[in-house]
């Protein structure tokens, strides 16, 4: 109890469970903790060996929203995740972590749709032929349209305490919609058009200094 109201005390507004004894999913993983919501399950972990901290996020089948669907759910998880290292004594000088593995942007409901409103809205990106009219690769496509101030400025704001910036994303596996993956779309992507809406990301992490 002593650690769960020293993690409240860092200011983390909504409504987790947290379960901080997590089963790590691999043997090089550190267990941070576990979060229930309404619409899904959260597990963090954090890999000694990559620098990383992982997301997994388990949407619940009857769930009728996203599960982090704003911008502060987001930084409350990167909040919380540090603030967790930063009490098991994992955050040592030197031991720089180099991304924050979010998972699948369609569970991010901010940055899902701040991706595809920005597709549809770019004149590099045919909405009709689902792919940017220069040929660049989907993944590369998202990861520039994240790659903006708007994005990037408040997770750094998130970040700062602990000493890093958001540097950018790095993703793979880009969806973009269409009939193969109507059953998958999101209700603000436009049914009629094709437009990127989801993706497995990293957010890359920089040190301050």
Same mark, same amino acid.
């Given at each position: $109890?002593?650690m769960l109201r020293a993690i409240g005390a860092?200011?983390?507004?909504?409504p987790f469970l947290l379960l901080l004894a997590?089963?790590?999913?691999?043997?090089?993983?550190?267990?941070?903790?576990?979060?229930?919501?309404?619409?899904?399950?959260?597990?963090?972990?954090?890999?000694?060996?990559?620098?990383?901290?992982?997301?997994?996020?388990?949407?619940?089948?009857?769930?009728?929203?996203?599960?982090?669907?704003?911008?502060?759910?987001?930084?409350?998880?990167?909040?919380?995740? #540090?603030?967790?290292?930063?009490?098991?004594? $994992?955050?040592?000088?030197?031991?720089?972590?180099?991304?924050?593995?979010?998972?699948?942007?369609?569970?991010?409901?901010?940055?899902?749709?701040?991706?595809?409103?920005?597709?549809?809205?770019?004149?590099?990106?045919?909405?009709?032929?689902?792919?940017?009219?220069?040929?660049?690769?989907?993944?590369?496509?998202?990861?520039?349209?994240?790659?903006?101030?708007s994005v990037l400025d408040p997770l750094s704001?998130?970040?700062?305490?602990?000493?890093?910036?958001?540097?950018? #994303?790095?993703?793979?596996?880009? $969806?973009?919609?269409?009939?193969?993956?109507?059953?998958?779309?999101?209700?603000?992507?436009?049914?009629?058009?094709?437009?990127?809406?989801?993706?497995?990301?990293?957010?890359?992490?920089?040190?301050?200094?």
């Open positions: $109890m002593g860092a200011g983390l507004l909504f997590a089963r790590a999913n691999a043997d090089s993983e550190i267990p941070l903790f576990t979060a229930e919501r309404e619409a899904c399950d959260i597990n963090a972990t954090a890999t000694s060996e990559w620098r990383t901290i992982i997301f997994r996020i388990t949407p619940r089948p009857s769930a009728s929203r996203t599960c982090v669907a704003t911008q502060n759910d987001t930084e409350g998880l990167i909040t919380l995740a #540090f603030a967790t290292l930063s009490i098991k004594e $994992m955050d040592t000088e030197g031991a720089t972590y180099r991304s924050i593995f979010l998972g699948r942007l369609i569970d991010y409901e901010w940055l899902s749709r701040q991706l595809s409103e920005s597709a549809e809205a770019d004149a590099d990106w045919s909405a009709t032929t689902g792919k940017a009219r220069d040929g660049e690769r989907a993944e590369a496509y998202v990861q520039r349209s994240l790659d903006t101030p704001d998130a970040l700062k305490p602990y000493g890093y910036r958001a540097g950018g #994303f790095s993703c793979e596996k880009a $969806m973009v919609s269409g009939p193969d993956t109507k059953p998958f779309q999101p209700a603000w992507v436009a049914a009629e058009k094709q437009l990127p809406f989801d993706a497995l990301c990293h957010l890359v992490l920089k040190p301050l200094n």
